[in-house]
């Protein structure tokens, strides 16, 4: 089956190959998708967008095997990506879904235009079927339909207080709380990641107890130090849902769904080739002293 990836005005083939069959189909209902690009910031030579919906690895690939042009899907990470060139020292193991059917120059373009403008403008971009179809109803979720309904607008569009994160010039503003909540948004999504791993070795309880630590401890700074309401307000809701007896792996998988969307938002925010141009100007210039 065939896939179309669109953006910045270019379009490029993507094939389905290979045996997972599980992730394919994950896919396949949460198209067609909107998306938005992100830049790397340690593999390198790949694109990326947030992946809406859950699954194990399947096949288990080492990241570094994957050839150029290989099309993934990150777990841990929740990431869909092309790559268009070898990746530089990773450690982790991906599902391949398929790969580009195009030459991957023009990724490789699509790639430096995204280092250039992350964090300066959001790079946006579509990924359907080449037939245009699209998939039927997904089945009703068990979870309280308010959680559903904000993750919902969560992925549809960025919250206002995550918008509003870089407006102030107060002292090391908007830096340090950027900063901040973005590493306690990803060090949330890979906890919740690590409990969601051990479901059926340990106790269920205190696997609920656990992610609502993290949670509690994630809403809590967003809240007072990052100055943010409406997304910690989320996250304090689905700790209060750990303890209401939802369905514990509908449960996990929501809360990862919203926390890997909060650390996506507030990624985008940042200028990260800016930033590491300038922490390297920084250190060239310390050495010459």
Same mark, same amino acid.
């Given at each position: 089956?065939?896939?179309?990836?669109?953006?910045?005005?270019?379009?490029?083939?993507?094939?389905?190959?290979?045996?997972?069959?599980? &992730?394919?189909?994950?896919?396949?209902?949460?198209?067609?998708?909107?998306?938005?690009?992100?830049?790397?910031?340690?593999?390198?030579?790949?694109?990326?967008?947030?992946?809406?919906?859950?699954?194990?690895?399947?096949?288990? &690939?080492?990241?570094?095997?994957?050839?150029?042009?290989?099309?993934?899907?990150?777990?841990?990470?929740?990431?869909?990506?092309?790559?268009?060139?070898?990746?530089?020292?990773?450690?982790?193991?991906? &599902?391949?879904?398929?790969?580009?059917?195009?030459?991957?120059?023009?990724?490789?373009?699509?790639?430096?235009?995204?280092?250039?403008?992350?964090?300066?403008?959001?790079?946006?971009?579509?990924?359907?079927?080449?037939?245009?179809?699209?998939?039927?109803?997904?089945?009703?979720?068990?979870?309280?339909?308010?959680?559903?309904?904000?993750?919902?607008?969560?992925?549809?569009?960025?919250?206002?207080?995550?918008?509003?994160?870089?407006?102030?010039?107060?002292?090391?503003?908007?830096?340090?709380?950027?900063?901040?909540?973005?590493?306690?948004?990803?060090?949330?999504?890979?906890?919740?990641?690590?409990?969601?791993?051990?479901?059926?070795?340990?106790?269920?309880?205190?696997?609920?107890?656990?992610?609502?630590?993290?949670?509690?401890?994630?809403?809590?700074?967003?809240?007072?130090?990052?100055?943010?309401?409406?997304?910690?307000?989320?996250?304090?809701?689905?700790?209060?849902?750990?303890?209401?007896?939802?369905?514990?792996?509908?449960?996990?998988?929501?809360?990862?769904?919203?926390?890997?969307?909060?650390?996506?938002?507030?990624?985008?925010?940042?200028?990260?080739?800016?930033?590491?141009?300038?922490?390297?100007?920084?250190?060239?210039?310390?050495?010459?002293?």
């Amino acid at each position: 089956m065939d896939l179309i990836f669109s953006a910045e005005g270019r379009s490029w083939p993507l094939r389905l190959t290979g045996d997972a069959e599980r &992730t394919r189909r994950a896919l396949l209902s949460v198209l067609p998708m909107r998306l938005q690009l992100h830049t790397p910031k340690i593999a390198g030579s790949h694109i990326y967008w947030h992946a809406p919906f859950v699954e194990d690895l399947e096949g288990a &690939t080492h990241v570094l095997a994957a050839a150029a042009g290989a099309f993934i899907y990150w777990p841990v990470r929740q990431f869909l990506e092309i790559t268009f060139a070898p990746l530089q020292a990773e450690n982790a193991e991906i &599902t391949v879904l398929g790969h580009l059917d195009a030459p991957v120059e023009g990724i490789a373009e699509l790639a430096a235009t995204l280092k250039r403008d992350q964090g300066r403008r959001i790079l946006e971009g579509t990924l359907g079927r080449s037939d245009g179809s699209a998939p039927g109803p997904l089945a009703p979720s068990p979870l309280p339909r308010d959680i559903i309904a904000a993750r919902k607008a969560l992925w549809a569009a960025c919250p206002a207080d995550i918008s509003r994160v870089t407006a102030s010039r107060a002292i090391m503003h908007p830096a340090g709380p950027v900063f901040t909540a973005e590493s306690e948004a990803r060090v949330l999504h890979e906890l919740l990641w690590w409990i969601r791993a051990e479901r059926g070795r340990k106790d269920e309880v205190v696997l609920r107890q656990v992610a609502a630590l993290a949670l509690d401890k994630t809403a809590t700074r967003l809240r007072d130090f990052c100055h943010m309401e409406e997304t910690p307000a989320l996250l304090f809701r689905l700790k209060a849902a750990m303890g209401d007896g939802c369905p514990f792996d509908a449960l996990i998988d929501e809360a990862i769904l919203v926390a890997g969307r909060i650390g996506a938002w507030l990624d985008l925010l940042i200028p990260w080739n800016d930033l590491n141009e300038a922490f390297r100007a920084a250190l060239d210039g310390r050495r010459a002293e």
